[in-house]
Nanobody, 127 residues
Framework: QVQLVESGGGLVRAGGSLRLSCAASGRTFGAYTMGWFRQAPGKEREFVAAISGTGGTTRYADSTKGRFTISRDNAKNTAHLQMNSLKPEDTAVYYC????????????????????WGQGTQVTVSS
């Protein structure tokens, strides 16, 4: 069982930056691909970024590539999402998720593949 807790959301103006964090419980953090997803009002949950258990492989949505950076610190059981050049269309609830794929560099982008989810953190970007 893994518990995930997000933090770092808030209100920011367009062009600004935010850094989201995801703290995970458990002793096998490195066995999980960590992903970030988001859901805006009236829209489906969408993939944002993900990173493999070793941190060696990352994937980004086209809409976030070049602006967002995902990272992880396995010694501290944390994952981060650095968001720069934020746009109003980035406004959403952001969720951290964990996908159990031990000894693998698999990085999946479909939310149904993820086993554990945090409660979400609100990010609001004003124009």
């Amino acid at each position: 069982q893994v518990q995930l807790v997000e933090s770092g959301g808030g209100l920011v103006r367009a062009g600004g930056s935010l850094r989201l964090s995801c703290a995970a419980s458990g002793r096998t953090f490195g066995a999980y691909t960590m992903g970030w997803f988001r859901q805006a009002p009236g829209k489906e949950r969408e993939f944002v970024a993900a990173i493999s258990g070793t941190g060696g492989t990352t994937r980004y949505a086209d809409s976030t590539k070049g602006r967002f950076t995902i990272s992880r610190d396995n010694a501290k059981n944390t994952a981060h999402l650095q968001m720069n050049s934020l746009k109003p269309e980035d406004t959403a609830v952001y969720y951290c998720a964990a996908d159990f794929v031990p000894l693998s560099e698999i990085v999946r982008v479909v939310s149904d593949d993820y086993d554990y989810w945090g409660q979400g953190t609100q990010v609001t970007v004003s124009s």
